[in-house]
């Protein structure tokens, strides 16, 4: 039996039935290929634009923001939403495009690559400074990058490859040395990996620096009421101060869908995050709004705990239950469930079923990671009957206590039901989820990732043995050969079949089911312009303003 015994006591409710790739080249700069980023919505509309509309300074913007983000600190940070308040207040080294090419922001160009892959050489901007006044420079990217790779519980350092030493060449050259070649480490600096911190801050804060990060960007920190908002107000350190137009930017954590829409329509909030797909629809008749569309990079599946019983970044120690010892009993759960009847039914249409972690549009994609695993209940029924275990099994799930995730979690339940599998849903807090899959505590819970331009992002941290975001506590030797190989790789084809052969594997051992990607649906009133989103999931507002107001 699959015993429910979380180790703190919760309320269980047992509720009814593209990628663009920056493949590092073996010597001179590194070529970007293009392809489409993203999923396959149809009318994809990615930034509402200032064109030729007048652009009114000040002003005070409000975002409704659909949870709650953790800390704000992005050596630790694993929140989408920490992602887009971090947007406009601390700057990447590189970024991403509409169309998913990876750019420049803090570097002032692509990186070098010599000594067969393992140097990696990159300028950075001068005459920069952070929000407290400190001079940003190649020592002060160092500072960050070695952070980065030493905290204790960061979650970049899987991200940035094998690296063994990082200097500045002089005060505007990072050098990057590596063990062996990491052709993903350019995609990685346009996350999280290279956002740069203040050396001052870090000096005087230490592992307190989220509490009131310092970056460089056009906005700078202000406060954060816990659970009600977060504010940033204009800079006037920004090395470009006629880009950033408003005097403050208020993120309001609106948790409710409905309300979000509600308030969007009244005008009290300018921009809204995660439109419900209940409500897409009606919001796009509106003359006053638009609604930004894209598809995604990444995923949303059900981690399945296998050896995470001390806590991300500790030795995986094997879960004795079946759910977790037995590769069998997971796979029917998966065969359980009947993903583009569920993306239809419970999204009418607006997410794309995901069976791996690499996205269908991406370059590295093939036949092996488009592949969904059979839908088959009888079959699943079966797999339980062979494994001895009990049916009905059950099966405790966390999930976030948003409406359409629990709506989401219901359909599924209900699905499993046929293949055998009962499961209890639990609902909770948003950023009570992100603890608990960082603990190690929880049975099962239902999840995503916004995705990487590179899918890399997507595999590294999660599947390899240790890494920075393994909530599973799963650990393949082979799996992590294949991801250590296709990093190395620059062969566009080497790596799609690299990680063909890996898809395979974690279909066979389902650490993580697979299920659909989201589709990046944000409100905004026809009153703010400049607003962006991208197939990278983070909502942009650091170029946007209040412009006079026009009807459609």
């Given at each position: 039996?699959?015993?429910?015994?979380?180790?703190?006591?919760?309320?269980?409710?047992?509720?009814?039935?593209?990628?663009?790739?920056?493949?590092?080249?073996?010597?001179?700069?590194?070529?970007?290929?293009?392809?489409?980023?993203?999923?396959?919505?149809?009318?994809?509309?990615?930034?509402?634009?200032?064109?030729?509309?007048?652009?009114?300074?000040?002003?005070?913007?409000?975002?409704?923001?659909?949870?709650?983000?953790?800390?704000?600190?992005?050596?630790?940070?694993?929140?989408?939403?920490?992602?887009?308040?971090?947007?406009?207040?601390?700057?990447?080294?590189?970024?991403?495009?509409?169309?998913?090419?990876?750019?420049?922001?803090?570097?002032?160009?692509?990186?070098?690559?010599?000594?067969?892959?393992?140097?990696?050489?990159?300028?950075?901007?001068?005459?920069?400074?952070?929000?407290?006044?400190?001079?940003?420079?190649?020592?002060?990217?160092?500072?960050?990058?070695?952070?980065?790779?030493?905290?204790?519980?960061?979650?970049?350092?899987?991200?940035?490859?094998?690296?063994?030493?990082?200097?500045?060449?002089?005060?505007?050259?990072?050098r990057l040395r590596y063990a062996t070649p990491f052709a993903?480490?350019?995609?990685?600096?346009?996350?999280?990996?290279?956002?740069?911190?203040?050396?001052?801050?870090?000096?005087?804060?230490?592992?307190?620096?989220?509490?009131?990060?310092?970056?460089?960007?056009?906005?700078?920190?202000?406060k954060r009421v816990p659970q009600t908002s977060i504010t940033?107000?204009?800079?006037?350190?920004?090395?470009?101060?006629?880009?950033?137009?408003?005097?403050?930017?208020?993120?309001?954590?609106?948790?409710?869908?409905?309300?979000?829409?509600?308030?969007?329509?009244?005008?009290?909030?300018?921009?809204?995050?995660?439109?419900?797909?209940?409500?897409?629809?009606?919001?796009?008749?509106?003359?006053?709004?638009?609604?930004?569309?894209?598809?995604?990079?990444?995923?949303?599946?059900?981690?399945?705990?296998?050896?995470?019983?001390?806590?991300?970044?500790?030795?995986?120690?094997?879960?004795?239950?079946?759910?977790?010892?037995?590769?069998?009993?997971?796979?029917?759960?998966?065969?359980?469930?009947?993903?583009?009847?569920?993306?239809?039914?419970?999204?009418?249409?607006?997410?794309?079923?995901?069976?791996?972690?690499?996205?269908?549009?991406?370059?590295?994609?093939?036949?092996?990671?488009?592949?969904?695993?059979?839908?088959?209940?009888?079959?699943?029924?079966?797999?339980?009957?062979?494994?001895?275990?009990?049916?009905?099994?059950?099966?405790?799930?966390?999930?976030?206590?948003?409406?359409?995730?629990?709506?989401?979690?219901?359909?599924?339940?209900?699905?499993?039901?046929?293949?055998?599998?009962?499961?209890?849903?639990?609902?909770?807090?948003?950023?009570?989820?992100?603890?608990?899959?960082?603990?190690?505590?929880?049975?099962?819970?239902?999840?995503?990732?916004?995705?990487?331009?590179?899918?890399?992002?997507?595999?590294?941290?999660?599947?390899?043995?240790?890494?920075?975001?393994?909530?599973?506590?799963?650990?393949?030797?082979?799996?992590?050969?294949?991801?250590?190989?296709?990093?190395?790789?620059?062969?566009?084809?080497?790596?799609?079949?690299?990680?063909?052969?890996?898809?395979?594997?974690?279909?066979?051992?389902?650490?993580?089911?697979?299920?659909?990607?989201?589709?990046?649906?944000?409100?905004?009133?026809?009153?703010?312009?400049?607003?962006?989103?991208?197939?990278?999931?983070?909502?942009?507002?650091?170029?946007?303003?209040?412009?006079?107001?026009?009807s459609k």
């Amino acid at each position: 039996m699959s015993p429910i015994s979380p180790r703190r006591r919760r309320t269980l409710l047992a509720l009814p039935a593209v990628v663009i790739a920056a493949t590092l080249a073996l010597t001179a700069c590194v070529p970007v290929q293009r392809s489409k980023a993203g999923g396959t919505t149809a009318g994809t509309v990615t930034t509402a634009a200032i064109g030729d509309q007048q652009v009114q300074e000040g002003g005070d913007l409000v975002m409704a923001l659909s949870a709650e983000p953790d800390r704000l600190d992005p050596t630790t940070s694993s929140s989408l939403y920490t992602r887009y308040v971090m947007e406009t207040m601390c700057q990447k080294l590189y970024d991403i495009d509409a169309e998913g090419t990876i750019v420049p922001m803090l570097a002032t160009s692509l990186p070098t690559v010599t000594d067969g892959g393992k140097t990696v050489t990159f300028p950075v901007r001068t005459g920069v400074r952070f929000a407290d006044g400190t001079p940003f420079d190649a020592a002060a990217v160092v500072t960050t990058l070695e952070r980065n790779l030493t905290k204790a519980d960061s979650s970049r350092k899987s991200e940035m490859g094998p690296v063994t030493d990082v200097s500045a060449v002089d005060d505007h050259t990072v050098r990057l040395r590596y063990a062996t070649p990491f052709a993903p480490i350019t995609a990685a600096l346009a996350d999280r990996a290279g956002m740069v911190m203040s050396p001052a801050a870090l000096a005087d804060e230490g592992d307190d620096f989220g509490d009131a990060p310092v970056c460089v960007g056009p906005y700078k920190f202000v406060k954060r009421v816990p659970q009600t908002s977060i504010t940033v107000e204009k800079d006037p350190e920004y090395y470009d101060p006629s880009s950033a137009h408003f005097d403050t930017i208020t993120y309001r954590i609106i948790t409710d869908a409905s309300i979000r829409a509600a308030n969007l329509k009244s005008g009290d909030v300018q921009v809204a995050d995660t439109i419900s797909t209940q409500d897409v629809d009606d919001l796009r008749t509106r003359k006053d709004l638009t609604v930004l569309r894209t598809g995604s990079l990444g995923y949303q599946g059900i981690t399945v705990n296998i050896g995470n019983q001390d806590g991300v970044g500790t030795d995986p120690k094997q879960i004795d239950t079946p759910l977790a010892e037995r590769a069998d009993v997971r796979r029917a759960l998966s065969m359980s469930i009947n993903r583009a009847e569920l993306v239809q039914s419970v999204f009418h249409g607006w997410a794309d079923v995901a069976c791996s972690p690499v996205p269908n549009t991406s370059v590295f994609a093939s036949d092996a990671s488009k592949a969904c695993p059979a839908y088959d209940p009888d079959k699943a029924k079966r797999i339980l009957a062979k494994a001895g275990v009990q049916q009905p099994f059950p099966i405790e799930m966390e999930v976030t206590n948003t409406p359409d995730t629990v709506r989401f979690a219901q359909a599924l339940q209900s699905q499993a039901r046929a293949g055998g599998f009962a499961i209890t849903i639990t609902p909770v807090e948003y950023t009570t989820l992100l603890d608990d899959q960082t603990r190690g505590d929880f049975q099962a819970l239902q999840l995503g990732w916004s995705g990487r331009v590179d899918p890399h992002g997507n595999i590294g941290g999660f599947l390899s043995t240790g890494g920075g975001n393994n909530y599973a506590g799963y650990s393949n030797p082979e799996v992590d050969d294949l991801i250590t190989r296709a990093s190395q790789s620059t062969d566009e084809q080497e790596r799609a079949d690299l990680y063909g052969q890996m898809t395979t594997i974690v279909q066979r051992d389902d650490p993580i089911i697979y299920l659909y990607r989201t589709r990046s649906i944000t409100g905004v009133r026809d009153d703010i312009a400049g607003v962006s989103t991208y197939a990278d999931g983070v909502v942009r507002l650091s170029q946007a303003a209040f412009v006079e107001g026009t009807s459609k």
